[in-house]
């Protein structure tokens, strides 16, 4: 049975807003009501769609009273796609919004007496991604949709031309529909697994060289020389195509093989002044400018004199474990993924660094046995995924007891999670600042300093 405040609409005045682009009002009995597209300050019409015990949702109407910090969004396809969430506020608004996020989750999740000292914007807000993965969905009969998720389903939205990728990754996508539609390739439906392009995957450099990997529901595609033909025509600097085979059923983007269709199956970037080589699914930070700034945030906090023994957990292709390199004693990196460990020893190697060592581990098993050694690194740094640490690895770090923790997070309600627990094996944040890698969506990175209380 539907809630009889279904459909109702009221009038609402804001008086908050989530990083994710969501106004926060009140209805007239008190009940808490988030609305999608309000922002701080304004009064909206609105349309209720979802009502719960402790809150609802609803649809903005019409803006009655609008806010100093509304723009209009530049993007065709925004709100429906969900690849942003915050293209209708200014930017200054936007980063005020992601401050208070973090200060906000140390507060009520950790009960820290912590704040960001402070956000450092990005200087570009367009074009900034070095890596896409478009999804692919729709049909043959009904078409062929090219772009992201609309936010909170798996319902793809074309999106031919997206303004937080270069142009060269936008003309792969359509390079890629277009042949899918001259030839009667059909998109992977998740529904019953049948179909067989599944996503689009983009690497761009600093230098404009590109490498483009098709993940398919298998082995073989039809057509496979004219699909190279048409990516060699159109897509500028194309380096390499890279078939990638994932037929599971799994809403992971990459199976576990390979096959280089034409031209080579990786490329180089540089960061911090150092090189790098990126396979497919090798991690890198998709904003290569404010990356820069994160990890020298990073390195400052690590406040190394040369001497150090560092541990990265999470390493990747060994981007932050290079860094710290440059003033380490020795660095130890770990990581789960094989080919991102094979890209990190040759990365160490091409950039001449001799005390950067690294092995193919899980971060929770790989600081256990270290630990289990008897290793003492000086300095620890993390950075995990969006989960956050395990108790595995956060016990693993007490036991080694390094003297500083430097944690670079992506999420800050696990962070500050994290930091709770850290706290009490006897690590202090002591430090934090946030780093805006992701304009125009509401995730934001954090880097925090932690230090071992003297006992």
């Not at 897509?235 to 390979?258: A, E, K, P, Q």
Request: aromatic content about 6%; hydrophobic content about 40%.
């Amino acid at each position: 049975m539907s809630h009889p405040l279904k459909n109702t609409e009221h009038i609402v005045t804001f008086t908050g807003c989530t990083s994710a682009g969501e106004g926060v009002g009140h209805l007239e009995d008190g009940l808490t009501v988030f609305v999608r597209g309000g922002l701080t300050g304004e009064t909206c019409r609105i349309s209720l769609m979802k009502i719960s015990k402790r809150c609802a949702w609803g649809r903005l109407l019409e803006v009655l009273a609008p806010s100093p910090a509304r723009m209009a969004p530049d993007c065709p396809h925004y709100p429906k796609c969900g690849g942003c969430q915050l293209r209708h506020l200014s930017y200054e608004e936007e980063l005020r919004l992601k401050t208070e996020r973090v200060n906000d989750a140390f507060q009520h999740i950790g009960g820290l007496p912590l704040h960001i000292d402070c956000i450092h914007g990005a200087k570009e807000i367009i074009g900034y991604r070095n890596k896409v993965q478009f999804p692919v969905g729709g049909s043959l009969t009904e078409g062929i949709r090219v772009g992201f998720y609309r936010q909170r389903s798996h319902d793809v939205i074309d999106a031919p031309c997206c303004l937080l990728q270069p142009e060269s990754c936008n003309a792969a996508g359509r390079i890629v529909r277009s042949w899918m539609e001259q030839f009667g390739v059909p998109p992977y439906r998740e529904m019953d697994g049948s179909g067989l392009i599944r996503h689009i995957f983009c690497r761009v450099n600093r230098e404009g060289q590109v490498l483009v990997c098709i993940v398919a529901n298998g082995k073989v595609l039809p057509h496979e020389g004219e699909l190279v033909s048409a990516l060699r025509n159109g897509v500028d600097r194309l380096i390499g195509v890279v078939l990638n085979v994932n037929t599971r059923d799994t809403n992971v983007i990459l199976g576990g093989s390979y096959r280089t269709l034409w031209g080579q199956d990786f490329l180089y970037d540089s960061l911090c002044g150092l090189s790098f080589r990126l396979s497919v699914p090798s991690f890198f930070q998709v904003n290569r400018d404010q990356a820069e700034v994160l990890y020298g945030r990073a390195l400052e906090f690590a406040r190394l004199s040369g001497e150090e023994t560092v541990l990265d957990l999470y390493c990747g292709t060994g981007t932050i474990s290079l860094v710290m390199a440059k003033r380490a004693g020795r660095v130890l990196g770990a990581e789960i993924v094989p080919e991102a460990i094979e890209d990190a020893k040759e990365n160490a190697a091409r950039n001449g660094f001799s005390n950067a060592e690294f092995f193919c581990a899980d971060a929770g098993a790989a600081a256990d046995e270290l630990a289990r050694r008897g290793l003492r690194p000086e300095v620890i740094s993390v950075d995990p995924p969006r989960k956050g640490l395990s108790l595995q690895v956060i016990d693993a770090i007490s036991r080694m007891a390094p003297d500083r923790v430097v944690y670079v997070s992506c999420d800050p309600g696990t962070l500050a999670r994290d930091l709770k627990i850290l706290a009490e094996r006897g690590y202090q944040a002591v430090r934090a600042e946030a780093v805006d890698l992701f304009p125009r969506t509401g995730h934001v990175e954090t880097v925090v300093l932690l230090s071992r209380e003297s006992k």
